[in-house]
């Protein structure tokens, strides 16, 4: 399974950014898939993540400005991320599980700034 992460980039606070993540598998196959971010110092966290039946699930610093969504037909996992600020700037993976193996896209570089 190849994971294939794009849509990082620069943005003024306040903007906006969609991130992607393409799957080479069917997403079906995945219990759940999610996008984590990491800067420089800290630890992975967990950014938002869906599962196979559809539940989602938001780190409380971004509940109300991302918005994470399936695209089945084209096996890509979206991250509509609103409102950004500083604290939002990081290194986002792609993830996905499925049966207890954990798979990873490579990180795509969000930075917020003015």
């Known amino acids: 399974v190849q994971l294939q992460a794009s849509g990082g980039g620069w943005v003024q606070p306040g903007g906006s950014l969609r991130l992607s993540c393409a799957s080479s598998?069917?997403?079906?196959?995945?219990?759940?898939m999610g996008w984590y971010r990491q800067d420089p110092g800290s630890q992975r966290e967990l950014v938002a993540s869906?599962?196979?039946?559809?539940?989602?699930n938001y780190a409380d610093s971004v509940k109300g400005r991302f918005t994470i969504s399936r695209d089945i037909a084209k096996n890509t996992v979206h991250l509509q991320m609103n409102s950004l600020g500083p604290e939002d700037t990081a290194v986002y993976y792609c993830?996905?599980?499925?049966?207890?193996?954990?798979?990873w896209g490579q990180g795509t570089l969000v930075t917020v700034s003015s």
């Open positions: 993830n996905a599980d499925r049966g207890g193996t954990r798979f």
């Open positions: 598998g069917n997403i079906f196959s995945f219990n759940r």
């Open positions: 869906v599962t196979s039946d559809s539940r989602k």
